[in-house]
């Protein structure tokens, strides 16, 4: 079992920054692919991006170039840094970890951007 306590939402006017945290409980070992996910009001969880253990990085085309994610493997800990944020962002923020071949999400976080 794999507990994620999620960190760092919150509210910030457009063309702010935040950064969101996410730490896994429990040994590292069998932990693959860490990401985030959001979800906004009436729509349904998108993936925003995602680190594998290698460190190749996949992000929605809504998101590239602007949010970056990274990793602490020794912390099992995934970052989310979120730059140039726009009112479209608004969401909740979820974190999802892939452990062997079950999937653990958190209990989310929410991110809200005013214009």
């Known amino acids: 079992q794999v507990q994620l306590v999620e960190s760092g939402g919150g509210m910030v006017q457009a063309g702010g920054s935040l950064r969101l945290s996410c730490a896994a409980s429990g040994s590292n070992l069998g932990i693959n692919t860490m990401g985030w996910y959001r979800q906004a009001p009436g729509k349904q969880r998108d993936l925003v991006a995602s680190?594998?253990?290698?460190?190749?990085?996949n992000y929605a085309d809504s998101v590239r170039g602007r949010f970056t994610i990274s990793r602490d493997n020794a912390k099992n800990t995934v970052y989310l840094q979120m730059n140039s944020l726009k009112p479209e962002d608004t969401a909740i923020y979820h974190c999802n970890v892939r452990k062997w071949q079950f999937d653990y999400w958190g209990q989310g976080t929410q991110v809200t951007v005013s214009s």
């Open positions: 680190i594998t253990n290698f460190g190749s990085t």
